[in-house]
């Protein structure tokens, strides 16, 4: 995702709904709990939450999806809760994937890949091979991500190419820092969800947030459909987006 902005022309007639929304999906656990079932029942019900929203943007003519499915912070969680998550999103694309493609959605994956067994690596690859020229929709899925390692990356590629002879440093500006973030074709989203109540960022997309609108809700994660995907782009629609300026509603 880079931190360009979408051309003003195209976003103009769609200024009240987001080209892009990125969801914090949270409160499995405590969904769970609130049902004395275990923590691995509500990640699971969130996948089915996962599978109405995909479709429900496809419907309301979300262009970028991006789900937050595994923090690099996760991995502090207990190891049968780690194989619980991991499980989920094998079988997510083993069972969804050629549904996925069908509708003409296209996936891609943020995050670290270096040190993931490579079983996973495998499926991921998969995915985003299959489905490399679809374009309903874009499901961006940050897995084994955060964001400030993302940054990290990026310095680091830019860092070699410095080393290498091939940059001069004073060529690095925001937008080449940008461009050298995992996805930078992607635009930086529109609307970030989060979900249960919380209101913070979690190291999530920091960068390409700079100028995003967030509308936390308070059901968790497992209860979200396409009612409450509509609320929060309603909501959505009717903030003032200045992008730093004084007017204008669009990104020009
Ligand atoms: C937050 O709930 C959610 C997660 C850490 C992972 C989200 C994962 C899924 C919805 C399922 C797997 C995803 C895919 C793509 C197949 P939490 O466990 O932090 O809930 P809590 O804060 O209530 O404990």
Known sequence: MSSAAVPASKEQDRADRPLHVA??????????????????????????????VVRASRELGVLYLTIFSFSSENWSRPASEIGDLFGLLKRFIRNDLATLHRDGVRVRIIGERVGLEPDICALLNEAEELTRDNTRLNLVVAFNYGSRQEIARAAQRLAREVAQGSRDPSSIDADTLGRSLDAPDIPDPDLIIRTSGEQRLSNFLMWQAAYSEFVFVPMHWPDFDKAALESAIAEYARRERRFGGLVAKTAS
């Open 23 to 52: 969801i914090i999906m949270d409160g499995n656990g405590r969904w769970a709990a609130a049902r004395g079932l275990p923590r691995a029942e509500g990640h699971r019900r969130g996948v089915e939450a996962l599978r109405r």
